[in-house]
Nanobody, 125 residues
Framework: VQLQASGGGLVQAGGSLRLSCTTPGSTLRSGALGWFRQFPGKEREFVAAIKLNGGYTFYADSVKGRFTASRDSAKSAAHLQMNSLKPEDTAIYYC???????????????????WGQGTQVTVSS
């Protein structure tokens, strides 16, 4: 499964961005799609995830209420709507798919099988 993340960019604090994760040539059928981010010199951290069957969502406390994970009805893409962005949200954002992931593992990086290339999000103050 190839994943392509897009939608990053430069935005002022308080602004919004919408990240997309597409899977050219395949559909998102089962498991979960997760969003992670990586700050310079730090490990990747969990941001959000969506179960591909049922659409149940999970969020890190730092983004809850500001970010919304979704997938389209054709199951060919997933999105991360990011509102009320803060300078501390500046990072490289990655999408990942875990086809056999279970609910208790959606926040674990090691549970995901496939990763996109990352997209830079920069929030200026």
């Amino acid at each position: 499964v190839q994943l392509q993340a897009s939608g990053g960019g430069l935005v002022q604090a308080g602004g919004s961005l919408r990240l997309s994760c597409t899977t050219p040539g395949s559909t998102l059928r089962s498991g979960a799609l997760g969003w992670f981010r990586q700050f310079p010199g730090k490990e990747r951290e969990f941001v959000a995830a969506i179960k591909l069957n049922g659409g149940y969502t999970f969020y890190a406390d730092s983004v809850k209420g500001r970010f919304t994970a979704s997938r389209d009805s054709a199951k060919s893409a997933a999105h991360l709507q990011m509102n009320s962005l803060k300078p501390e949200d500046t990072a490289i954002y990655y999408c990942a798919v875990g086809e056999r992931i279970i609910t208790s593992s959606v926040r674990r990086e090691a549970a995901y099988d496939y990763w996109g290339q990352g997209t830079q999000v920069t929030v200026s103050s």
